[in-house]
């Protein structure tokens, strides 16, 4: 029994020792520079979701409505901070929506421009209250 056993421990021995780095330099699928890519494009968005929402609440037609309303902004504006996925698309979706029919001061659509701050406001609230 004892032969036996020396006779095994030598060649699975030499098998593990082979296997560990003969599979260590294999090419990933997708390489380190395209997940770096993909990931500061991931962050370039959502930087860029959070400066519409901030730029939406920043205006004086929406703090004057949430005033109405009695929504304290700078809150709204710190619970959109934190906001991250689909929530954070679909708050700047709507911000995007409410700075595009703001621009240049546009009062004909007065409102409209007052439906989507407020859901813009709703759907923050609900966000924040839910987390």
Do not use: C, W, Y
Not at 18 to 35: G, K
Not at 40 to 46: G, K, P, R, V, W
Not at 49 to 72: F, K, N, Q, T, Y
Not at 82 to 109: M, W, Y
Request: net charge negative; glycine share 4%; hydrophobic share 55%.
């Amino acid at each position: 029994m004892l032969t036996v056993r020396q006779l095994l421990v030598l060649p699975f021995a030499m098998l593990i020792a082979a296997s560990s780095p003969a599979f260590a330099d294999q090419q990933h699928i997708v390489s380190p520079s395209q997940l770096g890519a993909i990931v500061s494009d991931h962050i370039a968005t959502q930087d860029a979701d959070r400066a519409s929402i901030a730029e939406a609440l920043a205006r004086p037609d929406v703090r004057d409505i949430a005033a109405s309303m009695g929504v304290d902004v700078s809150r709204v504006a710190a619970a959109a901070s934190t906001l991250n996925g689909a929530d954070l698309e679909r708050v700047a979706n709507a911000a995007r929506a409410v700075n595009d029919q703001l621009v240049g001061g546009a009062s004909t659509v007065v409102i409209s421009t007052t439906t989507i701050i407020i859901i813009l406001l709703l759907i923050i609230l609900l966000v924040v209250a839910l987390k």
